[in-house]
């Protein structure tokens, strides 16, 4: 089982991130790699950059706690069982931002579609530097 944590800080309030990323179906608006979202009831589907469209479902989503979880259903990358969190916690002043995951790599090196995972994670974690600083 591969297990992903990114988490970066920033100098806005939690409450300030949480409007910006806490809505699943906004995540185009803030991830530079993911130009288009849509969403049908749990049901969200994003369509990166290259073309590549990913079908997810949330799983769960809970605006006081600052926190969703979504599972994969389709994807073009070789993984299953794959859930993942993207949450918003106090740090200081500010707040951290934490997008964790685990999931199973199915024929393929594993190193290297953690690398493309943590890739997408990084690109988003970085791009909202843009937007609070």
Known sequence: MSQIEE???YSATP???W???GDPGKINEW????PKCETDGDNRTCTLSDGAVIKEQIISHDDE??????KILESPLPIRNYESSVSVTPEGDGAK???ASQFE?????????????????VAGLENLDTKFS
């Open 105 to 121: 790599v199915v024929d393929a090196p594993a190193d290297e579609i953690e690398g493309a995972i943590r890739g997408i994670y």
């Open 15 to 17: 409450a300030e991130v």
């Open 31 to 34: 991830h530079p790699v993911i």
């Open 7 to 9: 988490t970066r800080v």
């Open 19 to 21: 409007d910006k990323i």
């Open 65 to 70: 706690k600052m926190i969703y979880t979504y």
């Open 97 to 99: 931002v934490t997008w």
